[in-house]
């Protein structure tokens, strides 16, 4: 039996109970005990820890992790040389990406960068907030922020950087977004050196499959029907959804099964079109991976 571990972080914070459900559609169940930072898994050949999306880069870079998710903000803001493996589209609300964004407040005179020269910004983002001042040859002076940033934005500075999924939480403390600095999404990243390691490797290879095909089961879900051959080429014809389902015979002579992967979304317009070109016996059913 292999001894061999791959030392995985897993992010604690705003994207750990979606990281944790990604895991279980994948295959693998993670159970996080009260104030334990070592969960477990059911995977003898991974050890889990939980680290703060901000630090998980500087960690996996060292080689204390192999391997871990973390946004790719945090990659960028710390400069850490790891190597991105897959971008994993969800956030903790929904399938989303986050934006780093400059906001001020809905009165303030700021429009649009240059106008923050001499300023003062709040932000927890330091460096990529830095990196974008450059871009424009803007002198501010740009502070870290320990939380409640969206508050500070009316008393304490001119203009925060924030991060926000759907731009209600500043919306709702009265803040304008004057510019996007960042759009970022969740990747599973790689300590270099693991990366060259063949065993490690095909592990880390495995969970960017298995996590990916969590993902793309998300937002489509399997159909079958049973219709009469003849009836076949019209329906497929018509319907280019199904342009490439599976097509089993039936016991019954002239009848086939069809069975097809498709969005969601379009399930409820197309299940009516199913029946008039003479399709029975539908059935949606959820799926848990889909991997090609």
């Not at 604690?12 to 334990?36: H, M, V």
């Not at 880069?57 to 190597?83: K, M, P």
């Amino acid at each position: 039996m292999s001894t061999a571990r791959l030392k995985l972080g897993i992010p604690k914070g705003s994207l750990q109970e979606a990281t944790i459900d990604l895991f279980s559609r994948a295959g693998w169940k993670i159970t996080l005990g009260p104030r334990s930072y070592v969960p477990a898994i059911d995977d003898p050949e991974i050890e889990c820890l939980l680290v703060r999306a901000q630090e998980m880069a500087r960690y996996v870079q060292s080689g204390a992790l192999d391997a871990g998710i973390t946004g790719h903000d945090w990659v960028v803001e710390t400069a850490a040389e790891v190597d991105e493996l897959a971008e994993l589209v969800y956030a903790k609300q929904r399938l989303a990406r986050v934006r780093w964004v400059l906001a001020v407040p809905e009165d303030s005179p700021i429009r649009e960068p240059r106008h923050l020269e001499g300023k003062t910004i709040a932000t927890e983002v330091v460096g990529l907030t830095r990196q974008y001042l450059n871009r424009f040859g803007v002198t501010a002076r740009v502070e870290f922020s320990w939380g409640a940033t969206e508050v500070k934005a009316h008393e304490l500075v001119d203009a925060i950087v924030e991060i926000t999924e759907t731009g209600s939480s500043l919306r709702a403390n009265k803040l304008r977004i004057v510019d996007t600095l960042l759009v970022s999404t969740p990747r599973l990243i790689a300590n270099r050196a693991a990366w060259k390691d063949r065993w490690k490797r095909t592990k880390i290879e495995t969970l960017a499959m298995m996590l990916h095909g969590a993902l793309e089961a998300e937002a489509k879900v399997g159909l079958k029907m049973n219709i009469a051959e003849r009836n076949l080429a019209k329906l497929l014809k018509s319907l280019p959804a199904l342009r490439n389902p599976t097509v089993s015979h039936l016991s019954q002579p002239g009848w086939v099964a069809v069975e097809t992967i498709i969005d969601e979304h379009v399930v409820r317009e197309l299940i009516p079109l199913l029946k008039a070109a003479g399709a029975e016996g539908i059935i949606e059913y959820p799926l848990n991976k889909v991997v090609y």
